[in-house]
């Protein structure tokens, strides 16, 4: 009996030492000191002994379990030593990388272009109104003094989704609109969307924003026009900016004007910006045509107007410095961190 338990033993000793995670070590325990264990086992077979060897047996057999559970506490201690040591490893944290911030979305810079134009025109008294994007040949030509013959539709490719709908070429249909429902006096801005099939460049695209102004009341004249516009001007791209007026064209506004700002970059000594001119033209402008009020029911010996179209996105990359229009619309998180 001695030498069974000297090998059960040797066994159990040499099962702990080889065993490689817990669930080893509990099917160990179970087999060696369970209830059925084969060392309880061997305390059952004493029965048979004498009573002089029983005590001797029995002090043998709880020496014997007393260094089995030893080793397999040891063991198990060991497993949790080398878990813990493991997972502190594998979570520790390097407190010399900078901390996670949460980071505050910003507003694309032709929105905050947008929202600045929108307060100064607010600021002189100016509503802003709003019209459909999918528009009507009525409201987006024929309104606008433009006829199905006239070769200022040549002008503006457009995106026709039917016979006679499109996708406004222009803002002016809200304006349209405004005047066939309110009544003079009126005095409000059209900011959206326009659409035309232009080739896409560095100062193109297909998709672009536009604000349109317009004032309708009597005694309107091109001096009110001038003062509104160099006001405008001023509040964008600062006090010292000087405005000048050319002669243009326009079917919807006679007389027409472009407006052109001093270069921001070079203060009008010329530079690559405005292509060595000193000048950056940022819209054009007019006294509302009689036909167009005309269209709208409202009398042009009684009330006269004048309209202005601004490009927002010319606008916005002239604000700031952006030499290529498509990075507006690319949403490279790169390029919009930088605003």
Known sequence: MKQQ???????????????????DCE??????????????????????????????????VNTAKAEVDEALSAKVNEMNEKATELKLKEETIDITMPAKTDKTGKLHPLNTVLNDMIDI???????????????????NFECLNVPADHPARDMQDTFYL???????????????????????????????????????????SPVFHQIEGLVVDKGVTMCDLKGVLEQFAHEIYGPDTKVKFRPSFFPFTEPSVEVDVSCS??????????????????????????????????????????AFGIGLDRLTTTRYKISDIRLLFENDKRFLDQF
Not at 124 to 131: K, P
Request: hydrophobic share 40%; with cysteine; charged share 25%.
């Open 265 to 306: 970059e070079c203060g009008g000594k010329g530079c690559r910006v405005c292509k060595g001119a000193g000048w950056i033209e940022i819209l054009g402008a007019g006294m509302v045509h009689p036909n167009v009020l005309r269209s709208c029911g409202i009398d042009p010996e009684e009330y006269s107007g004048f």
């Open 5 to 23: 338990l000297e090998q059960i033993k040797t066994a159990a000793l040499s099962a702990i030492a080889a065993a490689e995670n817990s669930a």
């Open 162 to 204: 039917a016979e006679n709908i499109l996708l406004r070429t222009q803002t002016s249909a809200a304006q349209i609109r405004t005047m066939e429902t309110r009544k003079p006096p009126i005095r409000v801005i059209c900011p959206g969307r326009v659409f035309r099939a232009d080739e896409v460049d560095a100062t193109h």
């Open 121 to 139: 025109f607010q600021s002189m008294g100016f509503d802003v109104v709003d019209g459909p994007e999918v528009e009507t040949d009525h409201y």
């Open 27 to 60: 099917n160990i325990r179970v087999k060696y000191l369970g209830k059925k264990g084969e060392l309880t086992a061997i305390l059952k077979m004493m029965g048979g002994l004498s009573p002089e060897e029983r005590p001797i047996m029995g002090q043998l």
